[in-house]
């Protein structure tokens, strides 16, 4: 058991490795995708204020041209907010992969803990089994008592 547990700690040093590693790059991108998205939001306010004005100058004045030029002004603001949307969503899907390798980190360390209070009492846990099996052959009860306790020690 102590040999598996061992293995076991091999593998989850491995994740952690890898989920920090993850950690690292994902938040090193995450300042290009709000760079993104502030830049997205700023174009969106900008065809927005393009779109409102010209749609004021057509209100005051009918003109093909000022149509023309509002129609052009709508689709880039259509534009504008779908690469807004697609910049949150980046931003967004960035910060999730953050926290969730920061949640696979914990949930790697929080095993380790337990793998090693594990194995700090395997010996004592041997030791208790092993009076067990004598005390069972020999029909007594204090090393019962004693696996009980060691086995509460190493879960706890």
Known sequence: EVARITAQNTALDELAKKANEATVAMNAALPEKQKTLQTAREAKVAAQKAVDELAAKLAANKDAAVEKELKTAEDKLITAKITEVSALAAVSAAESNV?????????????????????????????????????????GTDAVIAARAAITKATS
């Open 99 to 139: 926290k969730d390798a920061e949640d696979d980190v914990k949930r790697i360390t929080d095993s380790k803990a337990q793998n090693a209070k594990l194995i700090a009492a395997a010996p004592e846990l041997l030791e208790a089994l092993e009076a067990m099996l004598q005390d069972v052959i020999f029909d």
